[in-house]
Antibody
Framework: QLQLQESGPGLVKPSDTLSLTCTVSGGSITSQNYYWGWIRQTPGKGLEWIGSISSSGSTYYNPSLKSRFTISVDTSKNQLSLKLTSVTAAETAIYYC??????????????WGQGTLVTVSS | DIQMTQSPSTLSASVGDRVTITCRASQSISTWLAWYQQKPGKAPKLLIYMASSLESGVPSRFSGSGSGTEFTLTISSLQPDDFATYYCQQYHSSPTFGQGTKVEIK
């Protein structure tokens, strides 16, 4: 059974860089060239797709977000990562990783990781 | 971005009730729509994809319908485990989510 687990610092200072990792277990991240996505959830903006990456490294980002995000994949560790530079308090959120479909990142999300709460505060 | 608008925002219902949630897209998305259930402190769980296809393991009391810009999620007979928040999500283009519908106990 495929499982995803996010990890990272729970607290980040404003203007710092946030780094999160999603570890995939119960299956290979390279299987069938699935896309893998990051989503965040805030009380104010709800669920927001950040971006997605294929196991071969093709990336797609939400065009509505400023280009401070970087998504990468480490197939040797079966992990994907998210970096966000110059964080602000507005980016305090629960960050989720999830698997999508193949061929395109325009797909549903299933399964999801449990999520990790990131608070941006000095 | 394609905007997704759900109604109502909150719905009060009793066990056994038939419940319908509506999701409207700001432009046509064909049937590129998914529905999720989220309980407090948990990640969203996929219920329906392609507007009407039931995810494996999801009870048959859940059903989805619609195409174009208007979609519905129906719970035929509400069970205690169904009190949660429900979200729609389009994937016609860059994925976007509705704001959620909270189903609470009447």
């Amino acid at each position: 059974q495929l499982q995803l687990q996010e990890s990272g610092p729970g607290l980040v200072k404003p203007s710092d860089t946030l780094s999160l990792t999603c570890t995939v277990s119960g299956g290979s991240i390279t299987s069938q060239n699935y896309y893998w996505g990051w989503i965040r959830q805030t009380p104010g903006k709800g669920l927001e797709w950040i971006g997605s990456i294929s196991s071969s490294g093709s990336t797609y980002y939400n065009p509505s977000l400023k280009s401070r995000f970087t998504i990468s994949v480490d197939t040797s560790k079966n992990q994907l990562s998210l970096k966000l530079t110059s964080v602000t308090a507005a980016e305090t959120a629960i960050y989720y990783c999830a698997r999508q479909g193949v061929v395109t990142p325009y797909n549903w999300f299933d399964p999801w990781g449990q999520g990790t709460l990131v608070t941006v505060s000095s | 971005d394609i905007q997704m608008t759900q109604s109502p925002s909150t719905l009060s219902a009793s066990v056994g009730d038939r419940v319908t949630i509506t999701c409207r897209a700001s432009q046509s998305i064909s049937t590129w729509l998914a529905w999720y259930q989220q309980k407090p402190g948990k990640a969203p769980k996929l219920l329906i994809y392609m507007a009407s296809s039931l995810e494996s393991g999801v009870p048959s009391r859940f059903s989805g319908s619609g195409s174009g810009t208007e979609f519905t999620l129906t719970i035929s007979s509400l069970q205690p485990d169904d009190f949660a928040t429900y979200y729609c999500q389009q994937y016609h283009s860059s994925p976007t989510f509705g704001q959620g519908t909270k189903v609470e106990i009447k």
